[in-house]
């Protein structure tokens, strides 16, 4: 499906939740590079499907009921062999089905274990008054606790990019801290404009969080999104 | 048509009164006192007379045309009553001053709502309610008795407060030096809001700095297309009141539990190019600064002072609020040092140059020399308030090396502010922003350095 298909079958179905296979595509068909992300719908599959990504694999589970996929013991990290792959299944079933036995669970998101880069997190969000925020600061603990993110009202220009980008306490972070490798800072400018310009064209979009990306010293790439459509 | 508000031909006070005291009289006196050189209409049922003017029973009753009208009615459903008036006479401006309407809940919603349906029905611009409306030497609304003309300024005073509009209006014009040319208070903001204002004086071009405070954006979106559009144009400082999580929803993502009302608006005042003020006192003072000196090419500053002390904690502030204390070049070294018994440094400390050749051709020939040197682009000149500090400030040695170099100075006070209080307002204010603490000057320079360098790079 392509991503006004995906949105329009979603609001057929009355959900404002994307999954993340469905979020990642509408992304990757705008320009945003997403770690490849297969869904498999049985245990023989997942392994099939890990063979062909290449181990290590994550698995996540796929269910338009369960958004907190951690929360509900639906992620497993690192897999890398056909026994970790079926073990793995059997735990996320059977922990996603106790924590929510009501849940439609349609398998898991089968995708490669991304290479390791600095962590950060872009994303979107409908203020009542300025209408669509994106948002960009460094993943992982500084999220959580120091809140240190930048934010800009959409549309943005590059050079609201470059401001975001520069603005945040750690970014020396993305620098290169102490011989880690430099982030490739002007992929991440150019991420945050197409996200701005896709949500200034796409009414019904209520938030979006790309969480985390790993930036690169060439390139970045998104590991985990979420798209949530306003609701009707 | 927003023009109607602040350069009318005609204006009707519905609710004058000849009582001293009483809000209708007040408005009244104060546009007898200001420069208003149009028809006054009081509007009052019980009256014949007022200030001298003839007083008429209502609104439709007035012979010829109203541009204008201001009402300060006890009860709103005589304002609603009013507005049914003016849509009749054809008024197409109401500035309506009275509480009791949204603000309050309730039957003050609906009140309001009914004005707003018919000003909309009638195609008039409403001003308010509760507000104070607007203070400026063409005309004053306020309830708040002025006593002082207020001057012909470069500098416009915006937003929903009406204390703004009537107390800090009139304490501006009394006691301080800031060239001030409008107040306007605009409260409910129940038809015109921030966006008419800032889009009306960032294109009017006696207008050069435009402050404004707000308690809520009522459309962020067109406040962010307007605002960019002023500010490239001239500077606009924002100081946002009640930054809290109103408003503020169950996110499902991170970004959303992030997100806060108080972050949105920072960066729309970052995207747009407008100036942040954390009080009402910066509102002030960073006005002050933007409407008085040229704008520097960067953020290098010379630190100009009588003592040590003083300089090394300017110093630290300067670093503090991201403005560079560069050496100066050779060649001014050079120049002044038969005025110095060390190298002259930056802080230049004229100490010793005061005890050769005096306070005052000291600030005549080593400061200017210091100021003009390439590697400096603005300064901050550390007064302390003495006899002959006031001799060189009714001289206006400083005013003519800032026109004459083209450069930037803030001045700030350090002892004697009070003592000499009057005759530095007096003598230096209206041209030179001083202050009476380093912080307060320092970091409005931070922020006239920050417009400057952005304008351009833009």
């Given at each position: 499906m392509t991503g006004p298909e995906i949105i329009k079958s979603a609001r057929a179905e009355k959900r404002t939740v994307l999954t993340e296979i469905e979020a990642k595509t509408i992304l990757g068909e705008i320009g945003i590079n997403c770690t490849p992300t297969i869904l498999a719908s049985s245990k023989e599959q997942a392994v099939a499907t890990s063979h062909e990504i290449g181990y290590p694999v994550v698995l996540k589970i796929s269910s338009k009921d369960i958004t907190h996929k951690s929360d509900a013991g639906g992620v497993k990290v690192n897999l890398a062999n056909k026994g970790e792959v079926e073990q793995a299944w059997d735990e996320i079933m059977a922990s996603c089905r106790g924590a929510y036995p009501d849940a439609d669970i349609e398998g898991v998101a089968v995708q490669a274990m991304a290479e390791m880069g600095t962590e950060v997190i872009m994303g979107m969000i409908k203020d009542p008054s300025f209408g669509p925020v994106v948002m960009f600061g460094l993943g992982g603990v500084l999220v959580e606790v120091l809140k240190d993110v930048s934010f800009r009202i959409v549309p943005i220009d590059k050079n609201d990019a470059v401001e975001m980008c520069g603005e945040i306490k750690g970014k020396k972070l993305l620098e290169g801290y102490r011989g880690q490798d430099p982030a490739d800072v002007a992929c991440l400018q150019d991420m945050l404009v197409t996200l701005s310009d896709f949500v200034d064209r796409t009414p019904g979009i209520e938030e979006i969080d790309m969480n985390p990306v790993f930036a690169y010293k060439a390139g970045a790439a998104v590991v985990d999104a979420r798209i949530i459509l306003s609701a009707e | 048509m927003i023009e109607l508000f602040f350069k009318p031909k005609s204006v009707a006070v519905i609710g004058a009164s000849g009582t001293p005291g009483k809000l209708g009289y007040v408005i009244v006196k104060n546009i007898l006192d200001s420069d208003f050189a149009g028809d006054v209409y009081p509007v009052n049922p019980k009256s014949d007379e007022i200030l001298g003017y003839k007083v008429y029973r209502s609104v439709t009753e007035i012979p010829g045309d109203v541009d204008l009208v201001v009402t300060a009615l006890p009860t709103p459903k005589l304002t609603v009553a009013t507005m049914e008036a003016c849509a009749q006479k054809g008024v197409k401006a109401v500035i309506i001053e009275s509480a009791g309407f949204a603000e309050m809940g309730g039957e003050g919603k609906v009140f309001q709502q009914q004005i707003v349906d018919i000003a909309r029905e009638n195609n008039i611009r409403v001003m308010g309610p509760n507000c104070s409306g607007i203070v400026s030497r063409n005309i004053v609304t306020s309830i708040y008795p002025m006593t002082k003309k207020v001057p012909d300024g470069n500098v416009v005073l915006i937003g929903q407060s009406g204390l703004l509009?009537?107390?800090?209006?009139?304490?501006?014009?009394?006691?301080?030096?800031?060239?001030?040319?409008?107040?306007?208070?605009?409260?409910?903001?129940?038809?015109?809001?921030?966006?008419?204002?800032?889009?009306?004086?960032?294109?009017?071009?006696?207008?050069?700095?435009?402050?404004?405070?707000?308690?809520?954006?009522?459309?962020?979106?067109?406040?962010?297309?307007?605002?960019?559009?002023?500010?490239?144009?001239?500077?606009?400082?924002?100081?946002?009141?009640?930054?809290?999580?109103?408003?503020?929803?169950?996110?499902?993502?991170?970004?959303?539990?992030?997100?806060?009302?108080?972050?949105?608006?920072?960066?729309?005042?970052?995207?747009?190019?407008?100036?942040?003020?954390?009080?009402?006192?910066?509102?002030?003072?960073?006005?002050?600064?933007?409407?008085?000196?040229?704008?520097?090419?960067?953020?290098?500053?010379?630190?100009?002072?009588?003592?040590?002390?003083?300089?090394?904690?300017?110093?630290?502030?300067?670093?503090?609020?991201?403005?560079?204390?560069?050496?100066?070049?050779?060649?001014?070294?050079?120049?002044?040092?038969?005025?110095?018994?060390?190298?002259?440094?930056?802080?230049?400390?004229?100490?010793?140059?005061?005890?050769?050749?005096g306070f005052t051709k000291t600030l005549e020939t080593t400061f200017p020399d210091a100021f003009r040197d390439p590697n400096i682009d603005a300064a901050v000149v550390i007064l302390a308030g003495f006899k002959y500090t006031q001799e060189a400030v009714q001289k206006k040695i400083i005013q003519k090396i800032v026109r004459e170099v083209g450069k930037p100075v803030v001045v700030c006070m350090i002892v004697g502010y009070n003592k000499y209080k009057n005759v530095i307002m007096d003598e230096m204010g209206k041209e030179l922003p001083v202050f009476p603490s380093l912080i307060s000057g320092v970091k409005a320079l931070s922020k006239l350095c920050q417009y400057g360098m952005r304008k351009q790079s833009s």
């Amino acid at each position: 499906m392509t991503g006004p298909e995906i949105i329009k079958s979603a609001r057929a179905e009355k959900r404002t939740v994307l999954t993340e296979i469905e979020a990642k595509t509408i992304l990757g068909e705008i320009g945003i590079n997403c770690t490849p992300t297969i869904l498999a719908s049985s245990k023989e599959q997942a392994v099939a499907t890990s063979h062909e990504i290449g181990y290590p694999v994550v698995l996540k589970i796929s269910s338009k009921d369960i958004t907190h996929k951690s929360d509900a013991g639906g992620v497993k990290v690192n897999l890398a062999n056909k026994g970790e792959v079926e073990q793995a299944w059997d735990e996320i079933m059977a922990s996603c089905r106790g924590a929510y036995p009501d849940a439609d669970i349609e398998g898991v998101a089968v995708q490669a274990m991304a290479e390791m880069g600095t962590e950060v997190i872009m994303g979107m969000i409908k203020d009542p008054s300025f209408g669509p925020v994106v948002m960009f600061g460094l993943g992982g603990v500084l999220v959580e606790v120091l809140k240190d993110v930048s934010f800009r009202i959409v549309p943005i220009d590059k050079n609201d990019a470059v401001e975001m980008c520069g603005e945040i306490k750690g970014k020396k972070l993305l620098e290169g801290y102490r011989g880690q490798d430099p982030a490739d800072v002007a992929c991440l400018q150019d991420m945050l404009v197409t996200l701005s310009d896709f949500v200034d064209r796409t009414p019904g979009i209520e938030e979006i969080d790309m969480n985390p990306v790993f930036a690169y010293k060439a390139g970045a790439a998104v590991v985990d999104a979420r798209i949530i459509l306003s609701a009707e | 048509m927003i023009e109607l508000f602040f350069k009318p031909k005609s204006v009707a006070v519905i609710g004058a009164s000849g009582t001293p005291g009483k809000l209708g009289y007040v408005i009244v006196k104060n546009i007898l006192d200001s420069d208003f050189a149009g028809d006054v209409y009081p509007v009052n049922p019980k009256s014949d007379e007022i200030l001298g003017y003839k007083v008429y029973r209502s609104v439709t009753e007035i012979p010829g045309d109203v541009d204008l009208v201001v009402t300060a009615l006890p009860t709103p459903k005589l304002t609603v009553a009013t507005m049914e008036a003016c849509a009749q006479k054809g008024v197409k401006a109401v500035i309506i001053e009275s509480a009791g309407f949204a603000e309050m809940g309730g039957e003050g919603k609906v009140f309001q709502q009914q004005i707003v349906d018919i000003a909309r029905e009638n195609n008039i611009r409403v001003m308010g309610p509760n507000c104070s409306g607007i203070v400026s030497r063409n005309i004053v609304t306020s309830i708040y008795p002025m006593t002082k003309k207020v001057p012909d300024g470069n500098v416009v005073l915006i937003g929903q407060s009406g204390l703004l509009a009537a107390g800090m209006a009139s304490d501006i014009v009394e006691n301080e030096s800031l060239n001030i040319s409008h107040v306007c208070s605009f409260g409910n903001k129940c038809d015109l809001n921030e966006n008419d204002l800032l889009e009306y004086f960032g294109n009017e071009d006696d207008v050069d700095v435009i402050s404004m405070y707000l308690e809520t954006v009522s459309d962020g979106r067109n406040l962010t297309r307007i605002a960019k559009k002023a500010a490239a144009k001239k500077p606009v400082i924002f100081l946002s009141g009640g930054r809290t999580e109103a408003g503020a929803k169950a996110a499902m993502s991170h970004t959303g539990s992030i997100a806060s009302n108080a972050k949105i608006v920072e960066a729309a005042v970052k995207q747009t190019g407008m100036i942040m003020a954390d009080d009402f006192t910066e509102l002030k003072d960073f006005a002050k600064v933007f409407s008085t000196q040229p704008l520097p090419r960067g953020n290098r500053v010379a630190v100009i002072t009588l003592a040590g002390s003083v300089g090394v904690n300017v110093s630290d502030l300067c670093a503090a609020h991201g403005l560079e204390l560069p050496k100066l070049t050779p060649e001014t070294t050079e120049k002044l040092k038969d005025m110095f018994d060390t190298p002259v440094g930056n802080p230049v400390d004229l100490y010793y140059s005061v005890t050769k050749i005096g306070f005052t051709k000291t600030l005549e020939t080593t400061f200017p020399d210091a100021f003009r040197d390439p590697n400096i682009d603005a300064a901050v000149v550390i007064l302390a308030g003495f006899k002959y500090t006031q001799e060189a400030v009714q001289k206006k040695i400083i005013q003519k090396i800032v026109r004459e170099v083209g450069k930037p100075v803030v001045v700030c006070m350090i002892v004697g502010y009070n003592k000499y209080k009057n005759v530095i307002m007096d003598e230096m204010g209206k041209e030179l922003p001083v202050f009476p603490s380093l912080i307060s000057g320092v970091k409005a320079l931070s922020k006239l350095c920050q417009y400057g360098m952005r304008k351009q790079s833009s």
